[in-house]
């Protein structure tokens, strides 16, 4: 999980490094590196927030039996 949300922010960052290369520059070609980049970030943040999601719906977490809980503690 950490791995992809490092990779989402890398890509992020190159594509904002790209926006400014071409307000330097004002070549084309970094404008549509960083178009190029800026979409497949958010293709894979829409893949990495779908996981997230189909993991919430179709694998709910365990809950705990009762037995399983430490006593409550009196003062």
Same mark, same amino acid.
């Given at each position: ?12 960052? *190159? $594509? /904002?490094?790209? %926006?400014?290369?071409?307000? !330097?520059? @004002? ?16 293709? *894979? $943040? /829409?893949?990495? %927030?779908?996981?997230?999601? !189909?993991? @919430? ?19």
């Amino acid at each position: 999980m950490v791995f992809f949300r490092v990779l989402i922010g890398l890509l992020a960052l *190159a $594509s /904002v490094v790209c %926006f400014v290369m071409y307000a !330097a520059t @004002r070549d084309a070609r970094w404008r549509r590196r960083g178009w190029l980049i800026m979409k497949w970030t958010l293709i *894979a $943040s /829409v893949g990495f %927030f779908a996981v997230l999601i !189909a993991e @919430r719906l179709f694998w709910p977490p365990q809950s705990l039996p009762a037995q399983s809980l430490p006593p409550p503690t009196t003062r």
